[in-house]
Protein backbone atom coordinates (compact mmCIF):
# COMPACT_ATOMS: atom_id res chain seq x y z
CA UNK A 1 0.00 0.00 0.00
CA UNK A 2 1.39 3.19 -0.54
CA UNK A 3 1.96 6.44 1.68
CA UNK A 4 -0.85 9.56 1.66
CA UNK A 5 0.26 13.06 2.33
CA UNK A 6 -1.90 15.59 3.51
CA UNK A 7 -0.92 18.75 3.01
CA UNK A 8 -2.56 21.50 5.09
CA UNK A 9 -2.05 25.11 3.30
CA UNK A 10 -1.51 27.61 5.90
CA UNK A 11 -0.86 25.24 8.79
CA UNK A 12 2.42 27.18 10.25
CA UNK A 13 0.16 30.17 9.77
CA UNK A 14 -2.01 29.07 12.24
CA UNK A 15 0.72 27.49 14.32
CA UNK A 16 2.12 31.02 14.75
CA UNK A 17 -1.28 32.57 15.52
CA UNK A 18 -1.74 29.91 18.15
CA UNK A 19 1.86 30.50 19.73
CA UNK A 20 -0.09 33.80 20.16
CA UNK A 21 -2.89 32.61 21.58
CA UNK A 22 -2.03 33.64 25.40
CA UNK A 23 -1.96 36.88 24.32
CA UNK A 24 -4.99 37.38 22.05
CA UNK A 25 -7.17 35.78 24.80
CA UNK A 26 -6.13 37.16 27.73
CA UNK A 27 -7.23 40.49 26.50
CA UNK A 28 -10.21 39.42 25.16
CA UNK A 29 -11.07 37.06 28.38
CA UNK A 30 -10.27 40.41 30.58
CA UNK A 31 -12.41 42.57 28.43
CA UNK A 32 -15.51 39.48 28.36
CA UNK A 33 -14.90 39.59 32.33
CA UNK A 34 -14.96 43.48 33.04
CA UNK A 35 -18.06 43.66 30.75
CA UNK A 36 -19.74 40.75 33.29
CA UNK A 37 -18.81 42.26 36.04
CA UNK A 38 -20.26 46.41 34.47
CA UNK A 39 -23.70 44.04 34.07
CA UNK A 40 -23.65 42.40 37.28
CA UNK A 41 -23.18 46.04 38.66
CA UNK A 42 -25.78 47.58 36.78
CA UNK A 43 -28.41 44.82 37.55
CA UNK A 44 -27.95 44.90 40.87
CA UNK A 45 -28.04 48.91 40.55
CA UNK A 46 -31.15 48.99 38.33
CA UNK A 47 -32.66 46.47 40.25
CA UNK A 48 -35.73 47.93 42.64
CA UNK A 49 -34.30 47.53 46.43
CA UNK A 50 -38.07 47.35 47.57
CA UNK A 51 -39.98 44.18 48.43
CA UNK A 52 -40.29 43.15 45.23
CA UNK A 53 -36.72 44.12 43.58
CA UNK A 54 -33.50 42.33 43.13
CA UNK A 55 -32.28 42.99 47.40
CA UNK A 56 -36.04 42.31 48.47
CA UNK A 57 -35.01 44.03 52.01
CA UNK A 58 -37.41 42.80 54.51
CA UNK A 59 -36.00 45.63 57.02
CA UNK A 60 -39.04 48.44 57.09
CA UNK A 61 -37.55 51.53 54.22
CA UNK A 62 -37.69 54.33 57.69
CA UNK A 63 -34.85 51.72 59.10
CA UNK A 64 -32.90 51.42 56.01
CA UNK A 65 -29.96 53.82 55.17
CA UNK A 66 -29.46 52.65 51.56
CA UNK A 67 -25.49 52.20 51.66
CA UNK A 68 -25.91 48.39 50.45
CA UNK A 69 -27.40 48.84 47.43
CA UNK A 70 -25.71 51.98 47.31
CA UNK A 71 -22.06 50.78 47.60
CA UNK A 72 -22.59 48.07 45.09
CA UNK A 73 -19.67 48.06 42.46
CA UNK A 74 -17.75 51.35 43.71
CA UNK A 75 -14.54 51.51 41.96
CA UNK A 76 -11.26 50.82 43.97
CA UNK A 77 -10.16 54.18 43.09
CA UNK A 78 -13.43 55.46 45.33
CA UNK A 79 -11.88 54.19 48.72
CA UNK A 80 -13.97 52.00 48.43
CA UNK A 81 -13.29 48.10 47.13
CA UNK A 82 -16.56 47.33 45.74
CA UNK A 83 -14.88 46.49 42.02
CA UNK A 84 -11.79 44.94 41.18
CA UNK A 85 -10.98 44.98 37.06
CA UNK A 86 -9.31 41.74 35.41
CA UNK A 87 -6.32 42.21 33.10
CA UNK A 88 -4.62 40.07 30.70
CA UNK A 89 -2.56 38.69 33.45
CA UNK A 90 -4.90 38.47 35.70
CA UNK A 91 -8.15 36.83 34.36
CA UNK A 92 -10.09 37.20 37.44
CA UNK A 93 -12.40 39.85 39.42
CA UNK A 94 -15.17 41.25 41.90
CA UNK A 95 -17.79 42.92 42.10
CA UNK A 96 -19.96 43.63 45.14
CA UNK A 97 -21.23 46.00 47.84
CA UNK A 98 -18.52 47.60 50.05
CA UNK A 99 -20.28 47.66 53.42
CA UNK A 100 -19.03 44.84 55.78
CA UNK A 101 -22.39 43.95 57.22
CA UNK A 102 -23.80 42.51 53.38
CA UNK A 103 -22.57 39.15 54.40
CA UNK A 104 -24.60 38.89 57.11
CA UNK A 105 -27.74 39.76 55.18
CA UNK A 106 -26.86 37.98 52.07
CA UNK A 107 -26.09 34.82 54.09
CA UNK A 108 -28.10 35.63 57.13
CA UNK A 109 -27.06 34.51 61.09
CA UNK A 110 -28.36 33.23 63.78
CA UNK A 111 -30.56 36.24 64.63
CA UNK A 112 -31.08 37.84 60.75
CA UNK A 113 -32.68 35.42 57.87
CA UNK A 114 -30.91 35.13 54.97
CA UNK A 115 -31.66 37.44 52.05
CA UNK A 116 -29.63 35.86 48.95
CA UNK A 117 -29.82 39.29 46.91
CA UNK A 118 -26.68 38.10 45.65
CA UNK A 119 -27.94 35.01 43.77
CA UNK A 120 -31.03 37.20 42.24
CA UNK A 121 -28.77 39.47 40.82
CA UNK A 122 -26.31 36.66 38.90
CA UNK A 123 -29.24 34.85 38.02
CA UNK A 124 -30.73 38.20 36.38
CA UNK A 125 -27.31 38.56 34.76
CA UNK A 126 -26.82 35.73 33.84
CA UNK A 127 -27.95 35.39 30.16
CA UNK A 128 -26.10 38.86 29.25
CA UNK A 129 -23.02 37.15 30.89
CA UNK A 130 -23.31 34.08 28.45
CA UNK A 131 -23.37 36.15 25.67
CA UNK A 132 -20.67 38.33 25.91
CA UNK A 133 -18.59 35.10 26.69
CA UNK A 134 -19.75 33.34 23.50
CA UNK A 135 -19.14 36.68 21.45
CA UNK A 136 -15.57 36.50 22.94
CA UNK A 137 -14.86 33.05 22.14
CA UNK A 138 -16.46 34.07 18.42
CA UNK A 139 -13.86 36.95 18.63
CA UNK A 140 -10.84 34.70 19.90
CA UNK A 141 -11.69 32.48 17.09
CA UNK A 142 -11.56 35.34 14.65
CA UNK A 143 -8.70 36.95 15.75
CA UNK A 144 -6.34 33.56 15.64
CA UNK A 145 -8.01 32.96 11.97
CA UNK A 146 -7.48 36.28 10.83
CA UNK A 147 -3.49 35.85 12.38
CA UNK A 148 -3.55 33.04 10.23
CA UNK A 149 -4.50 34.43 7.10
Known sequence: MGQYA???K???KLQAALVQYPKISGQIFANAINASLAVISKTANEGDSGSGGIFRFVTPRSKRTGLLS???GLPVNSGMKGLDLATPGKLSGWVGPTRTYAIY???GTKYIRENPFMTRIVQA???SVDNIFVNALDKLT???ANQSR
Open 142 to 144: SEI
Open 105 to 107: VND
Open 6 to 8: LEI
Open 125 to 127: AQK
Open 70 to 72: ATF
Open 10 to 12: GLD
